[in-house]
């Protein structure tokens, strides 16, 4: 059973910029998080999509997007990058919003870095 | 507001055994997960707990207590391989799921 994958693996942008990070979750998982981790902030969550609908947000600015397709594929976008933006953004799936106590799969992230 | 506190660092030798703490404050309780993260690499699910007591899976167990907004994760007889980052999650009212800033062990020969 194929796992959670993110692509790109690396980016690198230029400030200003804007850029599409995909996830594919586990055949038959709905739901996808995303969250952004840094050294100093650790884990920060970014938004959770279940059924093509966002569920939940996390506290980032508008700058940061996303969004759910028929198929749980999902995409986050962030416009006008800023050099803050750097971090490793990690998508996670599980089978349905609720059943949690399985946990989530975390994909291997996306390292981006904006310079 | 939400915070969930664990402690930076730890040390500990190959063999023993050693507790992680994990206290948080959240709006609202809907279970509690320990994550483990190697250097470089995505975490990986260890635990969860949504009532009180002691969750055993092999070298590693897990305790809640939700009165006192407490939780650890106990991991025995320790090897090099566990030297990584511990994440302690909660899942709130809200049914977000929030780390902390995560532990990072040290596993000394």
């Known amino acids: 059973k194929a796992g959670v994958t993110q692509t790109p693996r690396y980016l690198i942008k230029t400030r200003g910029q804007q850029v599409t990070l995909s996830c594919s979750p586990i055949s038959g998982h709905r739901s996808v998080s995303w969250y952004q981790q840094t050294p100093g902030q650790g884990l920060q969550f970014l938004f959770e999509y279940f059924s093509e609908t966002q569920r939940n947000k996390g506290n980032f600015p508008g700058r940061f997007s996303g969004r759910q397709f028929s198929n749980s594929r999902s995409e986050m976008n962030v416009s006008t990058l800023e050099l803050g933006d750097s971090a490793l953004y990690l998508c996670a799936s599980s089978l349905a919003a609720v059943e949690a106590n399985y946990g989530y799969t975390f994909g291997s992230g996306t390292r981006l870095t904006v310079v | 507001g939400q915070n969930i506190d664990q402690p930076t660092e730890m040390t500990a030798t190959e063999g023993a055994i050693v507790q992680i703490n994990c206290t948080y404050q959240?709006?609202?309780?809907?279970?509690l997960f320990w994550y483990q993260q190697h250097a470089g690499e995505a975490p990986t699910f260890l635990s969860y707990n949504v009532l009180d007591g002691l969750e055993e899976k092999g070298r590693f167990s897990s305790f809640l207590s939700r009165s006192k907004g407490y939780s650890y994760l106990l991991l025995k007889e320790l090897q090099m391989k566990d030297s990584a980052s511990y994440l302690c999650a909660v899942k709130g009212r809200d049914d977000k799921i929030i780390f902390g800033k995560g532990t990072r062990l040290h596993i000394l020969p």
């Open positions: 959240t709006s609202g309780f809907n279970g």
